[in-house]
């Protein structure tokens, strides 16, 4: 595989253009066939994505495209050497009473050369308007791609009556034997080395509240419960892989902890045995095991356990192999160390690591015996590339974004400042490259996630909101306010019916810190988010004796009771979040906005209806307020359709800090 990168001159970082930032990814989605001897990745080129399939053995020739038609290629992945699965998408209007202006899916088997397109499991035709968006939202998922077995795999139905159902589908006759009726309220399965269902999720209600039950099938057949969390404690305890040994389960548990560990299972005995990870500062997360019987002494040997650190998932390796080469790795790909300072939110206790702030590696697939291994490297300030080790030689594939300059992207940094109560918050700090910008203080936007039952990342923003905020000169702080999940059981729970409380002042306080930093300079602070960031953009222009010049407010809710009564009408959801979600609604103050704002949202989204801007923005209007609206057509609550729905995306934001904000700009 050939391919020239541009050269940046090395005097002054250039800033991306929109246009190079809303372009699809120029190559992206690695993944590998098991047996090493092919590579395949989605290759974007303007409004159009294809699937690009190469030989490993011969990355200097041409690869077989694989085109589609009305659809477009949004995930690829190897289940097999010799087939992919592939995932559609296309926008869908359901005509009835009304319209209903969403997305559609697909999931798709395909061969190498994209020859033969078979669904794995095909829908029967809908009878109700119900079922026919229902279909169009819902797809069957691969729950296990056997891969031990050359010819099957076992695949979740998400619709319809026979929905949780597990299949078993034969893919060279397509022909699927049902395994599994499901039950009501089951959350999902999990299988063992083997590919036997051995685990499962339930949820449910009782007169204590919403619990989750993880259960094991014995060998009758029968279901039986080991283990009860209740959400109102955020108890989280679940099964999440087997041991070599049948009767050994790995399980990850909160219970009784701020956070997760990972520990074996006697299921026979029903007893805990040895924690096998536990991280002083993170949750763990997953047990990583060489799943081919072809690895020999190998198979099922823990490779690595994963926790939810600085950058997400990430990996502590304990087999020696993918140690050493762990190690080789990085140090041909100059990935080094730096001190950073952690925080745990839940006692205040520190510690300064050695971590590689820049940019780190990922292991995305390997064959059985570890000899050939596809990874990729990113950072915040640093898009994602693709590598392979083969052969004992290391071959750089593809850059996501060639020509965007990363110096101009700035420095990403996990910072913690104390909220007025005195919690430690952590957040993500991209400071802006003083080459570009010159000193501090700078104009800055405060961007928190959505949510809020999420948590940031300090990999590469795809969604290219903090890339050009940073390149445009901004501070961006990215507060992992109170509520947030992944840091500490307290941390999460301290946001409960806190909304536009002490969730809000968290924001604020991030800010005010940023000021006392020299970092901010005061009057010239902005807040923009999406989706709750949204919500929290909303309850920043109307909460008086703010920090903010303007805000902005993607996809947000503004009336916190609709939204809930919309979404939370099963019992067990009802009793599990709704509680949590109490506060400020931003819509019955709209009238006494105390700050410019800029609102934007799309007509496809069904997660956070159009509506909710549209009613906060009808008020601020008719009350005289500085309030500008942006209707977006065919975006969803997503990742955009096309290229120029991204660019005006990207375009409205940057327009509007660079000269609105309430008068010449932020």
Same mark, same amino acid.
């Given at each position: 595989?050939? &391919?020239?990168?541009?050269?940046?001159?090395?005097?002054?970082?250039?800033?991306?253009?929109?246009?190079?930032?809303?372009?699809?990814?120029?190559?992206?989605?690695?993944?590998?066939?098991?047996?090493?001897?092919?590579?395949?990745?989605?290759?974007?080129?303007?409004?159009? +994505?294809?699937?690009?399939?190469?030989?490993?053995?011969?990355?200097?020739?041409?690869?077989?495209?694989?085109?589609?038609?009305?659809?477009?290629?949004?995930?690829?992945?190897?289940?097999?050497?010799?087939?992919?699965?592939?995932?559609?998408?296309?926008?869908?209007?359901?005509?009835?009473?009304?319209?209903?202006?969403?997305?559609? %899916?697909?999931?798709?088997?395909?061969?190498?050369?994209?020859?033969?397109?078979?669904?794995?499991?095909?829908?029967?035709?809908?009878?109700? +308007?119900?079922?026919?968006?229902?279909?169009?939202? %819902?797809?069957?998922?691969?729950?296990?791609?056997? *891969?031990?077995?050359?010819?099957?795999?076992?695949?979740?139905?998400?619709?319809?009556?026979?929905?949780?159902?597990?299949?078993?589908?034969?893919?060279?006759?397509?022909?699927?034997?049902?395994?599994?009726?499901?039950?009501?309220?089951?959350?999902?399965?999990?299988?063992?080395?083997?590919?036997?269902?051995?685990?499962?999720?339930?949820?449910?209600?009782?007169?204590?509240?919403?619990?989750?039950?993880?259960?094991?099938?014995?060998?009758?057949?029968?279901?039986?419960?080991?283990? +009860?969390?209740?959400?109102?404690?955020?108890?989280?305890?679940?099964?999440?892989?087997? =041991?070599?040994? *049948?009767?050994?389960?790995?399980?990850?548990?909160?219970?009784?902890?701020? @956070?997760?560990?990972?520990?074996?299972?006697?299921?026979?005995?029903?007893?805990?045995?040895?924690?096998?990870?536990?991280?002083?500062?993170?949750? &763990?997360?997953?047990?990583?095991?060489?799943?081919?019987?072809?690895?020999?002494?190998?198979?099922?040997?823990?490779?690595?356990?994963?926790?939810?650190?600085?950058?997400?998932?990430?990996?502590?390796?304990?087999?020696?192999?993918?140690?050493?080469?762990?190690?080789?790795?990085?140090?041909?790909?100059?990935?080094?160390?730096?001190?950073?300072?952690?925080?745990?939110?839940?006692?205040?206790?520190? !510690?300064?690591?050695?971590?590689?702030?820049?940019?780190?590696?990922?292991?995305?697939?390997?064959?059985?015996?570890?000899?050939?291994?596809?990874?990729? /490297?990113?950072?915040? %300030?640093?898009? *994602?590339?693709?590598?392979?080790?083969?052969?004992?030689?290391?071959?750089?594939?593809?850059?996501?974004?060639?020509?965007?300059?990363?110096?101009?992207?700035?420095?990403?940094?996990?910072?913690?400042?104390?909220?007025?109560?005195?919690?430690?918050?952590?957040?993500?700090?991209?400071?802006?490259?003083?080459?570009?910008?010159?000193?501090?203080?700078?104009?800055?936007?405060?961007?928190?996630?959505?949510?809020?039952?999420?948590?940031?990342?300090?990999?590469?923003?795809? %969604?290219?909101?903090? *890339?050009?905020?940073?390149?445009?000169?901004?501070?961006?702080?990215?507060?992992?306010?109170?509520?947030?999940?992944?840091?500490?059981? @307290?941390?999460?729970?301290?946001?409960?019916?806190?909304?536009?409380?002490?969730?809000?002042?968290?924001?604020?306080?991030?800010?005010?810190?940023?000021?006392?930093?020299?970092?901010?300079?005061?009057?010239?602070?902005?807040?923009?988010?999406?989706?709750?960031?949204?919500?929290?953009?909303?309850?920043?222009?109307? +909460?008086?004796?703010?920090?903010?010049?303007?805000?902005?407010?993607?996809?947000?809710?503004?009336?916190?009771?609709?939204?809930?009564?919309?979404?939370?009408?099963?019992?067990?959801?009802?009793? &599990?979040?709704?509680?949590?979600?109490?506060?400020? =609604?931003?819509?019955?103050?709209?009238?006494?906005?105390?700050?410019?704002?800029?609102?934007?949202?799309?007509?496809?989204?069904?997660?956070?209806?159009?509506?909710?801007?549209?009613?906060?923005?009808?008020?601020?209007?008719?009350?005289?307020?500085? /309030?500008?609206?942006?209707?977006? @057509?065919?975006?969803?609550?997503?990742?955009?359709?096309?290229?120029?729905?991204? !660019?005006?995306?990207?375009?409205?934001?940057?327009?509007?800090?660079? =000269?609105?904000?309430?008068?010449?700009?932020?």
């Amino acid at each position: 595989m050939a &391919a020239a990168f541009p050269a940046f001159a090395a005097d002054k970082p250039v800033a991306p253009t929109i246009e190079q930032m809303a372009a699809y990814p120029q190559f992206s989605g690695f993944t590998l066939s098991p047996d090493g001897r092919h590579i395949a990745a989605l290759r974007g080129t303007g409004e159009d +994505r294809v699937i690009a399939v190469w030989d490993t053995d011969a990355l200097d020739k041409a690869p077989t495209l694989i085109g589609a038609s009305s659809m477009k290629f949004s995930a690829v992945q190897f289940i097999k050497n010799d087939r992919l699965a592939v995932v559609l998408t296309q926008p869908y209007d359901l005509r009835g009473g009304s319209v209903v202006k969403t997305f559609i %899916s697909k999931l798709m088997i395909t061969d190498l050369e994209g020859k033969e397109w078979r669904e794995p499991l095909p829908q029967p035709r809908a009878a109700t +308007r119900e079922a026919e968006l229902m279909q169009a939202l %819902s797809n069957p998922t691969v729950l296990d791609s056997l *891969p031990n077995d050359p010819h099957h795999i076992l695949v979740v139905n998400n619709t319809g009556r026979n929905e949780g159902d597990v299949y078993r589908v034969d893919l060279r006759t397509f022909k699927a034997e049902r395994i599994q009726m499901s039950e009501e309220r089951v959350a999902g399965y999990v299988t063992d080395l083997d590919g036997n269902l051995r685990a499962r999720l339930k949820q449910d209600v009782n007169p204590t509240g919403a619990y989750v039950s993880a259960e094991f099938r014995e060998p009758s057949g029968k279901w039986v419960e080991h283990f +009860r969390s209740y959400v109102k404690n955020r108890d989280q305890t679940q099964i999440i892989g087997f =041991s070599n040994d *049948p009767n050994i389960a790995f399980v990850q548990s909160n219970e009784g902890e701020d @956070k997760t560990v990972i520990y074996e299972y006697d299921i026979a005995a029903r007893t805990r045995k040895e924690v096998l990870f536990q991280h002083r500062f993170f949750n &763990a997360g997953s047990v990583v095991t060489n799943p081919y019987r072809a690895a020999g002494e190998d198979f099922g040997q823990i490779l690595g356990l994963t926790y939810q650190g600085p950058r997400g998932d990430e990996v502590e390796w304990v087999h020696p192999k993918m140690r050493a080469l762990d190690a080789g790795l990085r140090q041909a790909m100059g990935i080094r160390n730096e001190k950073m300072r952690l925080v745990d939110p839940a006692t205040g206790a520190s !510690a300064t690591i050695e971590y590689p702030v820049e940019k780190n590696l990922s292991v995305i697939a390997m064959t059985p015996d570890m000899s050939t291994v596809l990874v990729s /490297v990113d950072g915040a %300030s640093v898009p *994602p590339e693709y590598h392979l080790f083969r052969n004992g030689q290391l071959t750089l594939l593809a850059k996501q974004y060639p020509d965007i300059d990363p110096r101009a992207l700035g420095r990403t940094e996990l910072v913690y400042y104390k909220a007025r109560d005195g919690l430690d918050i952590p957040a993500f700090l991209t400071r802006p490259n003083p080459e570009l910008c010159g000193p501090g203080p700078y104009n800055t936007v405060i961007h928190p996630h959505g949510g809020p039952w999420a948590r940031d990342t300090m990999d590469f923003d795809g %969604s290219m909101w903090v *890339p050009m905020l940073a390149s445009r000169c901004n501070v961006v702080l990215r507060p992992q306010y109170r509520g947030s999940q992944g840091w500490s059981r @307290k941390l999460w729970m301290a946001g409960d019916a806190e909304w536009g409380g002490k969730m809000q002042d968290d924001k604020d306080d991030g800010a005010k810190w940023l000021i006392d930093q020299g970092l901010a300079k005061p009057g010239h602070i902005a807040m923009f988010g999406f989706s709750y960031g949204g919500y929290a953009a909303f309850a920043a222009s109307v +909460r008086p004796n703010g920090l903010y010049k303007c805000a902005i407010a993607g996809a947000g809710v503004s009336d916190i009771r609709r939204i809930w009564s919309r979404f939370y009408t099963n019992p067990f959801f009802r009793q &599990a979040q709704a509680p949590t979600v109490d506060g400020l =609604s931003p819509l019955d103050k709209a009238e006494q906005m105390q700050i410019p704002l800029m609102v934007y949202h799309g007509d496809r989204d069904q997660t956070v209806p159009i509506e909710q801007s549209e009613w906060f923005v009808n008020k601020a209007k008719a009350a005289g307020k500085p /309030v500008v609206y942006h209707e977006i @057509k065919d975006y969803a609550h997503g990742p955009a359709w096309t290229r120029r729905i991204m !660019a005006d995306q990207l375009r409205i934001i940057d327009n509007y800090l660079a =000269s609105d904000c309430g008068g010449t700009g932020l």
